[in-house]
């Protein structure tokens, strides 16, 4: 059996030895030492590049979600103007069979949700892709004196207000509704 005394005795050979260790190895702890702290340091800073890289991919990704919103809204800015045209040729030769073929064709773009022709001179839809909309009369008084492309955003998405000229007065107005993407 151990007494208190050959215990106390065996810790502080243990400790000794410990200590001798460490005192004839000095250099070799040093550099352990030095290796853990570079590891460590090295994780650190492993880790804030990561988060710092991971904020800026965030960032880029919103930018080129916006632009590409932009590119995309100013492209069908565009369509509706070069669609407001063709309407215009079919318009005046009072064609609205084909004007209602081709806004069954329009509609099928991607993103465009409704499209409608309204007259100047009563302010009712004429024809439209959603056809319940047909005779009902527009309240948006900003229309009564429309002369070039007015774009509006809405709840339900971004309208094109686009007015068809003939030679000397306005032969209608076409609204186009994109969704916009969310």
């Not at 069908?76 to 079919?90: G, H």
């Not at 009564?144 to 000229?165: S, T």
Request: positive net charge.
């Amino acid at each position: 059996m151990e007494t208190q005394t050959d215990k106390g005795y065996n810790e502080k050979q243990k400790r000794n030895k410990f200590l001798s260790f460490i005192l004839n190895n000095k250099m070799t702890v040093f550099l352990f030492l030095i290796i853990i702290f570079l590891v460590v340091h090295s994780l650190i800073r492993i880790n804030n590049l990561e988060r710092a890289h991971n904020k800026e991919v965030t960032e880029l990704k919103t930018v080129h979600e916006l632009e590409m919103d932009s590119l995309t809204i100013s492209k069908f800015q565009m369509s509706t103007e070069i669609f407001s045209w063709v309407i215009r040729s079919e318009l005046v030769r009072n064609n609205k069979e084909e004007i209602n073929h081709l806004f069954n064709s329009f509609i099928k773009t991607p993103r465009v949700t409704n499209i409608q022709l309204i007259c100047p001179e009563t302010f009712k839809v004429e024809i439209s892709t959603d056809k319940k909309d047909e005779g009902m009369k527009v309240s948006d008084e900003s229309l009564y004196d429309i002369n070039k492309q007015v774009k509006k955003e809405f709840p339900e998405g971004i309208k094109f207000f686009n007015p068809v000229m003939g030679h000397n007065r306005i032969l209608g107005i076409i609204v186009v509704t994109i969704r916009t993407e969310n």
